[in-house]
């Protein structure tokens, strides 16, 4: 606080007062020496302003300008003073919230879905590759030799839209998700079964276990069929795409709707982001880069038009 003059009389420092805070600029008086009244302001880069607002009142205090804002100012002040009420009992809502749900137990789709990983990945490695083929997404491969480009080539499959997926156009159409449920190796499955306890278990335990199933469901089959019309060839797998799209969902509906309980720290999405480019450039070889693209676009969507509907 600031100190931007002083007034003669309790009238005039109350008139001058109401006046600055009509003007938007918070302040108060105090009784200082006999008969002099010193006007404070409580915000620093306000004090140039104030000032010369004061230097004018001085002038003419009589100017109708400064007159009869007793009653603005009032309300004003009760208005400001409802708001800072809601806002505390607001607070208290949310603090109780997150009380509730700080800690949250292993969600049992979660659980489910990492079960069924390491089962058909253990039978995978029994049995062979294509003992799970009725899970793969399609056993048509429309890569075309002759594309001289990625794009050329997407455009090409998308052509072939009355032809591809044959097995699901004929019913089977749990095989748009059950790629979700195939890995290749020991640390993609052990990764992806890490990021999904505790996305997964988040978003149960603070929402439901609905809502991460539409979650997955969704996610899981939008991202495939992207890396199907990209990459051109069915055989493919993992839940990365899926917990890229938990990802986009949690850190974007947690940003714009704290009180959903949905959180990620910046520095995990700044990893998540960084591996993503990471696996782009080719580094960690063959990866389903379009599933990453995909699940992260589509959650962060997913995450920014469900906090509009709740805040």
Known sequence: MRMIGELDGETKARTFSDYLYVQGIDNQIEADKAGSWAVWIHAEEELGRARDLLARFLANPA???????GAAASELREKKKQEQVAYEKRLKQR???FRNLTTYGFGPLTFLLIFLCVVLSIFKALHGEGSLDFLQISQMDIRNANSLSLWRGFLERLSLINQVLPEVR??????????????YGFLHI?????????????VEGRQSTLM?????????????LAEYF????????????????LVGYIWIRGRLDPASGLYLNSSTVVMMIIWFFVCLVGVMGPVANTCHAAGLLMGMAWGYLSSLRHR
């Open 230 to 245: 990209v990459l051109g060839g069915g055989r493919f797998g993992g839940m990365s795409g899926v917990v890229y799209g």
């Open 63 to 69: 100017d109708p300008q400064f007159q009869n804002k």
């Open 95 to 97: 603090r109780h919230l």
């Open 190 to 202: 052990f990764f992806n079964m890490l990021w999904l306890r505790d996305l997964g278990s988040m």
């Open 170 to 183: 004929h019913g089977e159409v749990w095989r748009l998700v059950t790629p979700i449920l195939l890995h």
């Open 212 to 224: 991460l199933f539409v979650l997955i469901v969704a996610i899981g089959a939008v991202s495939n």
